[in-house]
């Protein structure tokens, strides 16, 4: 069974550094690319980024290119996402998804139905 469970939000000041993690477990870790989402209050579920199952590659949303790293260690079976200069758009539930596609380009537009409960970040001061 599929287990992922986020960890590591909380309030922060605009500027400032969140590390979000993601424990896995139920799967074979490293054989899977994953992805980040997030929604904000009164939004769609948006795609943040997504990581191949080697971690070699990374992918982005624009809005958070450059501020947002994403991570995986999979010897730990953990995914990261390290996000700095924080803006007040960045107020979101952040969830961890395995992506179930083989091909990691068709990850940004893969469903989000497996993945955690979920870490609430808030971007205010």
């Known amino acids: 069974q599929v287990q992922l469970v986020e960890s590591g939000g909380g309030l922060v000041q605009p500027g400032g550094s969140l590390r979000l993690s993601c424990a896995a477990s139920?799967?074979?870790?490293?054989?899977?690319?994953m992805n980040w989402f997030r929604q904000a209050p009164g939004k769609e579920v948006e795609w943040v980024s997504s990581i191949n199952g080697g971690g070699g590659i990374a992918t982005y949303v624009k809005s958070v290119k450059g501020r947002f790293t994403n991570s995986r260690e999979n010897a730990q079976n953990s995914l990261y996402l390290q996000m700095d200069n924080l803006k007040a758009e960045d107020t979101a539930i952040y969830y961890c998804?395995?992506?179930?596609?083989?091909?990691?380009?068709?990850?940004?537009?893969?469903?989000?139905?497996?993945r955690g409960q979920g870490t609430q970040v808030i971007v205010s001061s």
């Open positions: 998804s395995q992506c179930r596609e083989r091909n990691f380009w068709l990850c940004e537009t893969a469903d989000s139905s497996v």
């Open positions: 139920g799967f074979t870790f490293g054989e899977f690319h």
